[in-house]
């Protein structure tokens, strides 16, 4: 016959119990601090988004949280508009909107204008003109017209604008 006495200190069993609710708190943590790091992602993605949406641009969102906390960095794309030409000033504006509105910090905003070739866009040999909704891919064509993109480079479709060529080395000694 064997015989088993169990004897129980009072406390161990009360440090067993404060390292079992410790975890537990721990967990209701990580629980609790994900579930905010993914509102704050929404939150920034839903106001991009409804800033865009207002101006009449239709946008995909991406946001991306960085090592520290309440810390940004966003992916916008968008179809590569004239608007956005100068995006480094609508980014500062942005930005300010955002921690106002969010709270949260957005260190950078790096955009993405994928070029697809669209029908609407594109100037046909038969000079049969469709008019964009913008004039991005209109002036884009227009300095293709001009030549190969290396030799000429004209940053305008209107006459009398800057243009860049190319230049042997006897021609730059000889303008001197």
């Known amino acids: 016959?064997?015989?088993?006495?169990?004897?129980?200190?009072?406390?161990?069993?009360?440090?067993?119990?404060?390292?079992?609710?410790?975890?537990?708190?721990?967990?209701?943590?990580l629980f609790h601090k994900k579930r905010a790091l993914e509102k704050a992602v929404k939150d920034i993605t839903d106001f991009i988004t409804d800033y865009f949406t207002h101006t009449g641009a239709e946008v995909n969102v991406t946001c991306f949280k960085l090592d520290g906390d309440r810390r940004f960095v966003t992916l916008i794309e968008s179809q590569p508009l004239k608007r956005f030409r100068f995006s480094n000033i609508l980014?500062?504006?942005?930005?300010?909107?955002?921690?106002?509105?969010?709270?949260?910090?957005?260190?950078?905003?790096?955009?993405?204008?994928?070029?697809?070739?669209?029908?609407?866009?594109?100037?046909?040999?038969?000079?049969?003109?469709?008019?964009?909704?913008?004039?991005?891919?209109?002036?884009?064509k227009a300095t293709a017209d001009a030549g190969h993109p290396f030799d000429a480079i004209s940053y305008n479709s209107n006459p009398g604008t800057y243009k860049v060529s190319e230049a042997s080395w006897d021609e730059f000694k000889s303008s001197k």
């Open 91 to 140: 980014e500062t504006n942005l930005i300010s909107h955002i921690y106002k509105k969010t709270g949260n910090t957005v260190e950078k905003i790096y955009w993405r204008f994928p070029v697809a070739i669209q029908n609407e866009a594109i100037i046909t040999e038969d000079h049969n003109t469709a008019i964009p909704d913008d004039l991005y891919f209109a002036d884009a």
């Open 1 to 29: 016959m064997l015989t088993l006495t169990l004897t129980v200190n009072s406390i161990a069993l009360y440090l067993v119990v404060v390292d079992i609710l410790a975890l537990l708190f721990y967990i209701l943590y």
